[in-house]
C-alpha cells in the first residue's frame, strides 16, 4: 500500500511450503484474516519443521522462544480459502535461527505480477532462540536439527 | 473417564469427514489440545460444509448464529497431529440445524475399541439458527442448503 | 430463541464473579463475540479461581482436565464492551468439579426481565476432572482447593 | 537476548496504558504467553482507543487495516498475571497512523533497570492505513480521530 515499499515476494523466495487451513474464527469482523493469525501461522509451519527434525516440545532438553517478530500485509486472505506458508531461513547461529515466511493462497501458482508469479500475501520474519528448558539459557542447536535449518537457506 | 458414559462414537456414526490441521497454539499449557479448541474446529468444518452449499458468510442474506454447543472429551489430542471433524446433522427445522460432531486422529482407520474401529478423540454438537443479517430475526433456510444438510443426516 | 428453554440465569444464581475484557479478535465476522470465545472465558476464570486457591499450573503435581462443557447462548455480546463471568460450583466430588457460569455485560445490575434483575447473556457448564500430572491418573483433589470449592455451591 | 539491542523501553516512554486481563489460552506449551498473543493485545489497546474516539467499527465508513506490525520480546509473561499495554504514536500521516506499544506487568511501576524503572516485557510496533470500507481505498481520516491520535504523540 506504498510505493516505498519492497515489492512482495514471490513463491521462488521460499525453499519450503507448508499447508496451512484457515479456520472461521481467522476472519476478524472487517471479514478478511486478522493480522494476528499470520503469526499464529508462522508458529505452526516453523515448529511443524522444527519436530519434523526431531524437536520435542514436550519432553526435549532446549526449546525455541521466538525473541523478535514482524509481518508486512500486501493483499486480504479470508476463511476458507486455504493457505501455504512458504519458509526460508536467512540465519542459523550457534543458538538461534531467524525464519523468513511468505503466506500465499494454496495452490495459486501464477499471478498478475511483474515477473509473472504469485506474490505473497503477507511476508514475515521470526528469530528463535533456542534454551535450555529448565534454566532458559541459550543453549547451542543440536548438529541434526542445524544441519536440517541450513538446508532451509536460500 | 466415567463408567457411566456412553462409550465414544465411532467413524461410521458420521456421513462427511473435513481435515483440520492443528495449529501450535491449539496445545496449551498441559501439553494438548485446549478443549476451547475442539469448538473452533466446529465452527470451521460446519461453515466450510455451509459455504460450500451456498452460504456467502460476507454478504448473505441469512446468518447462522450458534445457540447451543456442547462437547464430551475422551482422548487428548496434540499439535502437530492433524484431525478429522466427522458431521452428522441430527435435525433440520425450518431455520435452524443441530449438528453431531466427533473429533478423530487423521487417518486413524482403526483402533482397540470392542468395534475394532476408531473412536472419537471428542463429540460435540452445535445448534445453528439462521436469522435474517439485519433483523436478527429467524429466517428459513434456503431450500438448496437444506437439502444439502438433510443428505448428511445418518 | 425456544419457547422449550429454561429463562436465562440472573446474576443472583452465581456466587463470584471475575472481570474478562473482551478483544479485539473476540468478534467474529458477524459483528459479536463468537461462540467458541465464552468457553475461552470459562477457562480462565475457573483457572482463575484454581490458582487463587493453590493450583500451581506450571509444576503441580496434579492437573485438571476438562472432561465435558456447554453452553447456551441468549444475547449476543460484542468488543470493545466488558464482561463478568458468574461462577457457582455445582458438584465437589473426590477428584471432580462441575462448574456453571453465567456471562453477564460487566456493570449491568438490572435489565427487563420478569424478575428486574440482569439476565445472562450465556449460561454454561464446565466439568474438571483432576489427574495426576505424570500418569494422568485421576487424583483426589487437596483438601484446600476442595474447601474453597464447595464455598462456591449456592 | 542480544548485546546489539537497544535496551527495553520504560514506562515514560508512553502516553496511555490499556488494561489487559490474561486469558488461560495465552500461555503454550511451554508455560508462558505465546509470542503471537501480544499482537491480540496491540489490536485490543488500539481499537479500544480507536473506538473511543468515534471509530464505529461496524457501520462505520472507514476501517483501519494493519499493513506492518513486528515485536521484540524481552521477558516472559505468564496468565494469570494481568499486563498493560502502554501506547504512544509515532506518526499520524492522512490515512495511516504508526503506533508504538510496550508491554508491562501490571501495576508494576519500578524494576532493576539501570534507570530505576519498570522496563517493558515486549516492545511493538502496529501500522494502520485507513480505507473506505467498501472500496478499501485509502480515506483520510476524520479531524476527531486525527487530533486524538496526534494527542499521542510524545
Redesign the interface.
Known sequence: ??DERTPPATRDQYVQFL???????D?????HV???VY???F??AV??IL?THGLD??QGPI?G?????????HAPL???EDVEVGVRVAKVGRSSVRYELGVFRAGEARASGATGQATAAAEGFFVH?FVD?QTRR?SALPEPLATALRSLVR
Chains 1, 2, 3, 4 share one sequence.
Open positions: 500500500m506504498s499447508p496451512i487451513g484457515t479456520r472461521w474464527a476472519n476478524d469482523v472487517y471479514g486478522n493480522n494476528v503469526y499464529a501461522w508458529d505452526t515448529n511443524r519436530t516440545i514436550h526449546i522462544l521466538c525473541v523478535e517478530s514482524g509481518c508486512r500485509y479470508a476463511y476458507p532462540v528448558r541459550p
